[in-house]
């Protein structure tokens, strides 16, 4: 005969709890309190600047003349002008080489190189490199910019290493002359943080890769650059907000030529707001390079909490 069924009783102190869990996130009321300064210098430093400057780039503002204090709002004609002005389409794409080609690529892989040198030089070269990369990139924009105008003229080093003390490399060749200025300034940043994340390779892992008779790239490109690879994107973005905001280096350069050449979104705000004394749309082209570092901004914090 089948046994019967017996009840079984849980005790009260298994069973399953109701209700909502006791070791959920709680929101503190209290931690307002404590965010209160920073939310005012947050206000009072960044948010009310940037929308005074978005208001600014819709009134008729200039730098002298009648509107120079009773200026008006002039609602989407800033804009208009804007979407005509084909200085502002070349200024745009020369923006994105300069801080692509010279910034995201340039510095980027520059860094690479030498925090991979750094790693498995000896102890002379290592300080030595070191110390000249760190120094350059620890120097003043202003002094950057003279080092590379004198680098790159005629009669400079640059000319006399080509055998040709007339050559003016910065006339001819200005955005060229630009970028490696900037690689030259901001690479030892780059160093910096990727020596970082190459600690971050297990020796084991190369070593067990060595015994099995792996190369040098093979190595490299299936372990170390896997690996490093959320700091190889996070230093990307760093470095592009970086050298979108670099106007000193150019602006001392070039200042924007010769013609607009080198007529990056940051100078060429410049020269409608203080050269040719138009500041509302000087403030809107700046506008524009605050939608530009948004959205490089946006990306970092996303890529930073996918691979912290």
């Not at 006791?22 to 009321?29: M, Y």
């Given at each position: 005969m089948a046994r019967s069924a017996q009840a079984i009783t849980i005790p009260a102190s298994l069973e399953m709890p109701s209700g909502p869990r006791?070791?959920?996130?709680?929101?503190?009321?209290g931690s307002l309190l404590l965010l209160l300064p920073s939310v005012l210098l947050l206000a009072g430093?960044?948010?009310?600047?940037?929308?005074?400057a978005f208001y600014l780039g819709f009134t008729n503002l200039a730098l002298i003349g009648p509107t120079a204090q009773n200026f008006q709002f002039t609602g989407a004609a800033n804009l208009q002008t804007l979407v005509h002005d084909s200085v502002f389409y070349q200024?745009?794409?020369?923006?994105?080489?300069?801080?692509?080609g010279s910034g995201v690529v340039g510095v980027t892989v520059l860094g690479l190189l030498l925090a991979l040198l750094m790693q498995h030089a000896v102890g002379v070269i290592r300080a030595i490199v070191g110390s000249i990369v760190i120094v350059s990139w620890m120097l003043p924009p202003v002094t950057a910019a003279l080092i590379w105008y004198?680098?790159?003229?005629?009669n400079g080093t640059m000319a006399v290493l080509a055998l040709n003390p007339k050559a003016d490399y910065l006339h001819t060749a200005p955005m060229l002359m630009v970028c490696l200025a900037n690689i030259w300034a901001t690479a030892g940043f780059a160093m910096i943080v990727l020596s970082?994340?190459?600690r971050n390779v297990p020796a084991e892992i190369i070593e067990a890769s060595q015994v099995e008779g792996a190369r040098i790239w093979h190595r490299f490109w299936s372990i170390?650059?896997?690996i490093m690879w959320p700091t190889i994107v996070t230093t990307v973005l760093l470095?592009?907000?970086?050298?979108?905001?670099?106007?000193?280096l150019v602006y001392i350069m070039t200042a924007g030529g010769p013609g607009n050449s080198t007529?990056?979104?940051p100078v060429y705000s410049y020269q409608q707001a203080f050269s040719f004394d138009h500041l509302a749309y000087g403030a809107l082209l700046g506008d524009v390079m605050v939608v530009i570092a948004t959205i490089l901004a946006f990306a970092y914090v996303r890529v930073a909490r996918v691979t912290i």
């Open positions: 006791q070791d959920r996130e709680h929101f503190q009321w430093l960044f948010l009310f600047p940037v929308g005074y200024s745009l794409v020369l923006t994105f080489i300069f801080v692509f004198a680098f790159s003229t005629a970082a994340g190459l170390t650059l896997p470095v592009g907000l970086l050298t979108l905001a670099n106007f000193s007529n990056i979104l």
